[in-house]
């Protein structure tokens, strides 16, 4: 067991940083950027934690992690013991470990911020989780006492499956259905492999399906099967398809070929293994320079996936400074190392293409800031008179994503906003009694986390619910 630090120690322990692949290697490769820590590196890092009480890092998780049991679990270097924490409140760890926000959830919330830089609870969990996939060690287990209630998740993404697992748990009969080849919603098809590797999603997923949850693949609710039907079928729906459809910046231009949407170019890439063509038949045209339009994780992920596809020369382009950008700080650093070009306070107006209908450039405008806007940053204004054009073969739109009406039409009773997403509490109930709904769908795109967070939510309003029946 390693030594248990007395508070001023732990308060003298720099941060211990996360070994990763060189840049000038992994823009070669899609394999993942870091290699975690080694259990050496682990207990370090879990010996700088002071212990708090309350623990303000577990206020700031939407899934409730045991965050100080765990980390203490790892300083007794019973790592097992520090996975069987975290899996009481959270089914997907490996995937949280690292793809969640640490920075604005448990670690901001760390009070270690007021002395130097938070506890590293994100690579922490991370760790955790990769001991026990490596050791095919599995907590799951079918619950002992069945409930007879059946229960309809639509989505496997991460709400659909924090939900299914909480509710198989309690005993009761669940299925998903995905409407994709693959489970996993948003993990598998938004996030690249360099990021988030496949087979971590497909090993999380196989867990919550040894609790006995069913996964229907290749079924579409409001095409193969109504939200009405499933109400008649299930004792509860939970909705949770995401927030799939792509957003565009409606400028003349972009329908013009080598435009796409940064859900359609991910999807491809991810999804579709288009890294590997011939090897998987769906081709993708990047070309030597490709400009993605957007500041948030979406659009660093896309232009890290066209650096890596091929293009000489990968830009961003965001309407806003780097200050304002709503990526994580992690994956702007990573960009940079990348050689990624940022062409910041610059807003497109026009795709400009050939006279065969292919992209050759993309004409912006400069912007500067002025007051903030309801998003609480400060609102972006044209400077007239600055157009200039960046040439480009591809453009990626990377602005967000809207709700996609396909479900929503499907489900009678069930409301909407303007906007198309469902209208839903605080713990997912909708307008229809036996209709729960979270995640994307509900709050707009947002963190894997969040959607975790609402998950679980659902699950518990929807046990109390049917517990009263």
């Known amino acids: 067991m390693a030594e248990k630090l007395k508070p001023a120690e732990r308060l003298k322990k720099d941060r211990v940083p996360m070994r990763a692949q060189e840049p000038e290697e992994r823009i070669n490769n ?3 950027v870091p290699f975690g820590y080694s259990l050496q590196e682990a207990i370090e890092e879990a010996q700088r934690c002071l212990q708090c009480k309350p623990p303000y890092c577990v206020a700031g998780c939407p899934a409730d992690v045991r965050i100080p049991e765990f980390i203490e679990k790892i300083i007794e270097e019973d790592i097992k013991g520090a996975f069987l924490e975290i899996k009481k409140t959270n089914a997907l760890p490996a995937v949280c470990g690292r793809v969640c926000p640490q920075e604005e959830q448990c670690e901001g919330a760390c009070i270690m911020n007021k002395k130097g830089k938070p506890i590293a609870i994100g690579r922490l969990e991370r760790y955790v989780a990769d001991w026990a996939r490596e050791l095919n060690y599995s907590d799951a287990k079918k619950a002992s006492v069945r409930l007879n209630k059946k229960v309809a998740i639509v989505g496997s993404g991460p709400a659909g ?15 998903i259905y995905e409407a994709l ?14 990021r988030l590797p496949k087979a971590i999603v497909d090993y999380e997923v196989d867990q919550i399906k040894e609790l006995g949850v069913e996964i229907n693949l290749n079924y579409v609710i409001g095409l193969t099967k109504s939200v009405d039907e499933l109400i008649q079928e299930y004792d509860a729906v939970f909705l949770a398809n995401g927030a799939g459809a792509p957003s565009f910046l409606n400028i003349p231009g972009e329908n013009l070929n080598g435009v796409y949407s940064a859900s359609e170019f991910l999807t491809r890439s991810n999804l579709m293994k288009a890294y590997e063509f011939p090897n998987y038949a769906t081709p993708i ?22 650096k890596r596809l091929g293009a000489k020369e990968a830009i961003i382009v965001y309407r806003r400074s780097r200050k304002e950008m709503p990526a994580r700080a992690e994956e702007i650093e990573h960009a940079e190392e990348e050689g990624i070009k940022f062409e910041l306070l610059t807003n497109p107006v026009k795709v400009l293409g050939d006279e065969y209908g292919n992209v050759v450039g993309i ?15 400060r609102r972006p204004k044209e400077i007239k008179g600055s157009n200039f054009v960046i040439d480009a073969d591809t453009v990626i739109v990377a602005i967000g994503q809207s709700a996609n009406p396909i479900v929503a039409r499907s489900a009678t009773g069930v409301e909407t906003n303007k906007w198309g997403y469902f209208v839903a509490d605080e713990n997912g109930k909708t307008t229809h009694p036996k209709v729960w709904a979270g995640g994307d769908i509900v709050t707009g795109a947002a963190t894997v986390i969040l959607a975790v967070g609402a998950g679980k939510k659902a699950a518990k309003s929807i046990h109390e619910t049917l517990s009263r029946q």
């Open 285 to 306: 045209r990047v070309g030597e320079r490709a400009v993605v339009v957007g500041g948030g994780n979406v659009a660093m992920d896309a232009v890290r996936t066209a």
């Open 30 to 32: 899609f394999l993942e």
């Open 181 to 194: 080849h693959k489970a996993g919603g948003v993990l598998v098809y938004g996030i690249p492999e360099f």
């Open 161 to 175: 499956l924090a939900c299914a697992s909480d509710l198989a748990k309690l005993g009761y009969d669940v299925t």
């Open 363 to 377: 004409e912006c405008v400069r912007m500067e800031l002025g007051e903030p806007d309801e998003s609480g940053r």
